[in-house]
């Protein structure tokens, strides 16, 4: 099983950058591709961005296209989520998980972090 820790959220007025990170420990975390998902309360938890596991390819929900950009560094188990042009509308708790195979798909994620709070004033 994959430990996953992310960091990187805080506070930033809108126009702002931030960028996540989480840091995978346990098994090969290059044999997973990993996700992004956020989350406002009373509201589902939905995909931010996802990558490969060899981080050729990624998505992105519509929201964040042009905006937001994920990568990894197979190396130091770590994958990023940078976040750029922020809006009050991007406040909401980021979480990290993966996934065996590459999915858009929430259900397939597992391996949840414990989020990290991006809020963005306006």
């Known amino acids: 099983q994959v430990q996953l820790v992310e960091s990187g959220g805080g506070l930033v007025q809108a126009g702002g950058s931030l960028r996540l990170s989480c840091a995978a420990s346990?098994?090969?975390?290059?044999?997973?591709?990993m996700g992004w998902f956020r989350q406002a309360p009373a509201k589902e938890r939905e995909l931010v961005a996802a990558?490969?596991?060899?981080?050729?390819?990624?998505d992105y929900a519509d929201p964040v296209k042009g905006r937001f950009t994920i990568s990894r560094d197979n190396a130091k188990n770590t994958v990023y989520l940078q976040m750029n042009s922020l809006k009050p509308e991007d406040r909401d708790v980021y979480y990290c998980?993966?996934?065996?195979?590459?999915?858009?798909?929430?259900?397939?994620?597992?391996?949840w972090g414990q989020g990290t709070q991006v809020t963005v004033s306006s």
């Open positions: 998980a993966v996934t065996k195979s590459y999915s858009l798909r929430i259900t397939e994620y597992n391996s």
């Open positions: 990558i490969s596991w060899s981080g050729v390819r990624t």
């Open positions: 346990g098994r090969t975390f290059s044999n997973y591709a």
